[in-house]
């Protein structure tokens, strides 16, 4: 695709990535939320949970002080809030042996939302959502005064941009059609109140973590045909608190460490090939011994190898086997986004499943949950949970389709036709408006064999239908899809691994440059049955309410049919000159099959 098609696209394509490291490298070393909410027990923690939090005494005196205040305005608001989100984050970036970045970083920034109207029509109404939120850096530290007066300054902000923007809503909604969702702009919810000390900063040896990424990153230094290679450690610990007009008051801090393994290469045709491994865990000693993580390195590298070697792939549509993390991109991009309930209401969006209610939409034996509640599943960490969701809204497990049958929507505080209420996946980064987003999603399957069989049923499947071979799809980097009505309802996902499976027994295939492609309402009917086992997949999402960590878990599955095509690439050539150490080693050029 050409770039201006490109950011064209991204206007609608949510688009999910392995890890983030890219953002890492190349956004002035962005932070992420997002992590496990740590838990506290025992006498320490009650004292700490009873000791003043002068940040959240701030935000209570300003928020009541501007709510009496806004009272007195010809167009008052009927809801304020301030999200206060804190940040500490070590951050660790090594390259062949070297460091690139060793920094700590400490941030504050403040979320003021404001609504003016009422609940059934107010100012963030359809494509003025935005004027919902104004965002700023707030001061860190104590400071009470210096907190005080950033918060005065953007809630003076946010009110001029609400007020006219509901005048605006309100001559809008009375000269164009009548919409064919009716439900009102915001849910009505039991404000919560739940406080827990505030987050530490990182806990890691730094000098240590330092030592051993050096030691990670200059095992690439060996491979000539690595190109680019880093590993970076995050490692973080955040709190947000959020106080509403409605009463709500929550504190509730996280904490992750994230290990990301990342390489790149080119091949011949200049086709650039990268393969990424990432480690999340709640603290840096529940991280892979670095043994393993050196055995990971290699692995990487010989990936990296075998796929400047391998031909590129050609178009193919019939029998494919994906893996249990493959299965679980597939499903996020597929069927995920399209299950987030503000895409059921936006008349701009496809609204797939919107009157699907009732309806099967899978084959019977499958059933999808998301519960951003679960931690951990099958011994791993979940990138995706949460104990409250960016709306104060306790996080809830949703079983939005059971044995096939479609039965209800990631909610927000954004209602919909027969869906009145947030179910708490209302999500979103720092500065973005919440919107129903997907948390952990998980599928299960009562049609399932071993694993290993799955093989032997592709093999079958290939044979049924007189193909010459089958595909299986190892590994993935991500993906995105469309969702609005404006451009076909398609999805990419984009493999790493992928090998041809032959039916006469010859041993498999790595191809490379093959993307799967397909609309949903046909390539989710497609499943012929799973393995027995869920494997994660863990991410970060991005979409319209920004970038926010996500896991996927789905067994392994065979399709009677996917189609795939052939992956765009650049055509620069690989490097002229030799890597350091190199010089004289005989110039070994991988033999691309046709």
């Known amino acids: 695709m050409n770039p201006p098609l490109l950011r064209r696209l991204a206007r609608f ?10 953002l890492v490298l190349s956004g002035a070393l962005a932070l992420q939320l997002g992590g496990a909410p740590l838990t506290h027990a025992g006498e320490e923690s009650a004292k700490a949970a009873s000791a003043p939090d002068p940040v959240l005494a701030t935000m209570k005196a300003e928020l009541t002080r501007a709510t009496a205040e806004l009272a007195k305005a010809e167009n008052p608001p009927y809801f304020l809030s301030y999200i206060v989100y804190d940040q500490n984050a070590v951050i660790l970036v090594g390259a062949y042996g070297s460091l690139l970045t060793s920094a700590a970083v400490q941030a504050r920034r403040a979320d003021v939302v404001m609504r003016v109207g ?9 494509q003025s959502r935005f004027s919902g ?10 400071n009470t005064e210096a907190i005080a007066r950033v ?23 009375a000269v164009r059609a009548e919409e064919e969702d009716k439900s009102p702009d915001f849910s009505k919810e039991s404000p919560q109140t739940h406080m827990v000390p505030a987050a530490p900063p990182p806990s890691i040896d730094r000098a240590a973590w330092e030592g051993e990424i050096r030691r990670l990153s200059g095992a690439f230094r060996k491979y000539a045909d690595v190109y680019s290679a880093a590993v970076i450690l995050q490692a973080q610990g955040s709190t947000s608190r959020l106080v509403s007009s409605e009463g709500a008051a929550i504190v509730e801090p996280t904490t992750s460490i994230r290990l990301i393994i990342q390489a790149e290469t080119r091949a011949d045709d200049g086709m650039e090939l990268l393969r990424v491994e990432t480690f999340q865990a709640p603290s840096a000693a529940e991280l892979p011994p670095e043994a393993d993580l050196m055995a990971k390195i290699e692995k990487v590298a010989a990936d990296l190898k075998s796929l400047r070697a391998a031909p590129v792939a050609e178009p193919y549509d019939g029998p494919a086997l994906l893996s249990g993390r493959a299965a679980a991109v597939f499903f996020h991009e597929v069927l995920g986004h399209r299950l ?12 797939t499943f919107t009157k699907k209610v009732n309806q099967e939409v899978l084959p019977k034996f499958l059933s999808v949950a998301d519960d951003p ?11 995706g949970s949460y104990g409250y969701d960016d709306e104060g809204v306790p996080a809830q497990r949703v079983n939005v389709i059971e044995n096939g049958v479609l039965k209800n929507f990631l909610m927000s505080r954004m209602p919909i036709k027969n869906f009145e209420r947030s179910n708490g996946h209302g999500r979103n980064q720092p500065g973005l408006m919440p919107t129903g987003r997907q948390g952990n999603l998980v599928v299960s399957s009562t049609q399932t064999v071993p694993e290993p069989k799955l093989r032997e049923k592709l093999i079958e499947e290939v044979k049924k239908q007189g193909k010459p071979y089958g595909l299986y799809f190892d590994d993935v980097q991500g993906g995105f ?6 451009l076909p309802q398609a999805f990419q996902v984009l493999p790493v691994m992928v090998y041809r499976v032959y039916p006469d027994g010859r041993p498999d295939e790595l191809v490379r440059g093959v993307d799967i492609v397909g609309t949903p309402l046909a390539a989710l009917t497609r499943i012929l049955v799973t393995g027995d086992s869920e494997h994660v997949f863990n991410g970060v999402c991005g979409a319209e309410s920004g970038s926010v960590p996500v896991s996927a878990a789905a067994p392994a599955m065979l399709f009677s049919e996917m189609e795939v095509q052939k992956r765009a690439h650049s055509h620069q050539r690989p490097p002229i000159l030799s890597p350091p150490g190199f010089e004289n080693a005989p110039a070994a050029k991988p033999e691309v099959k046709p």
Request: net charge neutral; glycine share 8%.
């Open 340 to 351: 987030e309930g503000h895409r059921q209401r936006d008349e701009e969006e496809g609204q």
């Open 151 to 173: 918060l005065w300054e953007l809630t003076d902000r946010e009110y001029k941009r609400a007020a006219p923007a509901f005048l605006n809503v309100k001559t809008n909604t």
């Open 481 to 486: 899809t469309l969702t609005t009505r404006a």
């Open 118 to 126: 009422s609940p059934a029509l107010d100012n963030t109404h359809s």
């Open 13 to 22: 394509a949510p688009r999910c990535l392995t890890t983030g490291s890219r």
């Open 373 to 383: 509640t679960l931690r951990e599943l099958n011994g791993i960490k979940l990138a």
């Open 133 to 142: 939120m104004t965002s700023g850096t707030l001061p860190v530290g104590d």
